[in-house]
């Protein structure tokens, strides 16, 4: 797997790709993809950093792994391409959008446009075989997405990082809670959400009542 990444990220983690783990992570993938259909498409893998170079990076918000449907996945996690039918945790996503700051709710499901605005939409396994949920987890993706963490906890100041659900929660250990802020509620899946673990977390408006504080731009939500 030749690594096509953003030039800022090229070099925070030019020691990652080096490791022998990521070299037999990206063994692994080429087998993957050379067999099997897999998602998202090679060129999106890094579509997340591509979008959110390094040090411009304001708002992190961490995802499990791809959607594994057709045409879905676009490297950026809870995303989904133009047109594509909005799967169930997006929904509830904007629906708390909707209600947290009165946007309407949007037609499409691609989050590029928060990706542009340097949201980092992170999930912790960057690849999929389709229709087989987390078949690519446990191969190093995970041992990656962690130092990608810990990298921009080390390195940079006061972002902000949204946490939803179990899985996301435990990378708070990776986070200096002294130099960031860190937003956690349950995750947006039905089952979560219609368990109240979701709805009135306010996150879209906190998020942005910190980067205002901060002197930064808001993210158009």
Wanted: aromatic letters at 12%; charged letters at 25%.
């Amino acid at each position: 797997m030749a690594v096509t990444i953003e030039e800022s990220w090229k070099q925070q983690l030019k020691s990652e790709f080096e490791q022998p783990y990521f070299k037999q992570l990206s063994q692994f993938i080429k087998a993957e993809y050379a067999l099997y259909t897999c998602y998202p498409k090679g060129k999106d893998v890094f579509a997340a950093f591509d979008h959110s170079p390094f040090n411009e990076t304001k708002v992190v918000i961490i995802g499990q792994d791809p959607y594994h449907g057709p045409e879905q996945a676009n490297g950026l996690c809870f995303s989904v391409k133009d047109g594509i039918a909005h799967p169930p945790s997006l929904i509830n996503i904007f629906k708390e959008i909707e209600t947290d700051l009165g946007k309407p709710y949007p037609e499409s499901g691609n989050l590029e446009r928060w990706a542009a605005q340097r949201v980092l939409l992170l999930n912790a396994t960057l690849t999929v075989r389709a229709h087989e949920a987390g078949s690519h987890q446990k191969r190093g993706w995970e041992t990656f997405t962690d130092a990608v963490i810990k990298r921009l906890s080390d390195q940079r100041e006061g972002l902000i990082f949204m946490l939803w659900g179990g899985f996301a929660k435990k990378k708070a250990s990776l986070i200096d809670k002294k130099k960031h802020h860190i937003l956690t509620s349950g995750h947006p899946s039905p089952l979560s959400a219609n368990r109240g673990y979701w709805f009135g977390n306010r996150h879209f408006s906190q998020a942005n009542e910190i980067l205002k504080q901060a002197g930064q731009e808001p993210i158009n939500w």
